[in-house]
């Protein structure tokens, strides 16, 4: 297979790559998954967005799709793998794939790997961000934002230079969301455990499973990622 661009940057990868980066809500998994979609061409698929898109493009699985979801029913995995296997075979997923939400269950993997196999595809790294849930809840607890600009902002690591202005545009509103206290963000771990604790072993036991330490800086994180994509 000859090798493809990564967009952007123009950096060539060795083979597309299928992989799943797991992480709970503040451990910087959409921070990295951004990085690899930007610097390698990857297309990071979520099946929430993929859902939507179907409802919006008024196909007959989108049409579907909408019906299930206004009735508040549970998304049959028969229709997901259908609607995850037409986004697969569209062509900017051929400089590899990042999974998001998916697989949650053994059925679902099970069925990610038959998805992947009829396309000559195998999945080739789950990668989680360990973290220090005590140190995730200061972390997330810490947030806060311009409510004009969107500029990030943390109680002890980054504070607005100038007190009560923002460093971007001067604003001097800021937020924090509601869902960033310390009960909800430990609620939001427990879920995170529950969700991914039934798909590890399966993939422990085929030696794909390398773990990451989330709570490093960005870019180490971001080094740690690439030497396992690389092979190095």
Known sequence: ?????????????????????????????????????????????????????????????????????????LFPDDLMSEILGHRLDEPDTA???????????????ESLDRLLGERGRSLDHVIELSVDEEALVERITGRFSCSRCGEGYHDLNKLPKLEGLCDVCGNDQFKRRADDNAEAVRT???????????????????????????MAPIEQVEQAIEVILDGR
């Open 95 to 109: 400089n590899g794939v990042i999974f998001d939400g998916y697989p949650r269950t053994h059925t679902q993997a």
């Open 188 to 214: 939001r771990l427990a879920e995170y455990r529950a969700k991914t604790a039934p798909i590890l072993p399966g993939y422990e036991a085929r030696g794909i499973v390398q773990r990451v330490d989330g």
């Open 1 to 73: 297979m000859s090798t493809a661009p990564a967009a952007g940057t123009g950096k060539p990868s060795a083979r597309p790559l299928n992989i799943i980066l797991l992480g709970p809500p503040g451990a910087g998994k959409g921070t990295q998954a951004g990085r690899l979609v930007a610097e390698r061409g990857m297309v990071q698929l979520s099946t929430g967005d993929m859902l939507r898109a179907a409802v919006k493009a008024g196909t007959e699985i989108g049409r579907m799709a909408d019906e299930i979801m206004k009735a508040g029913k």
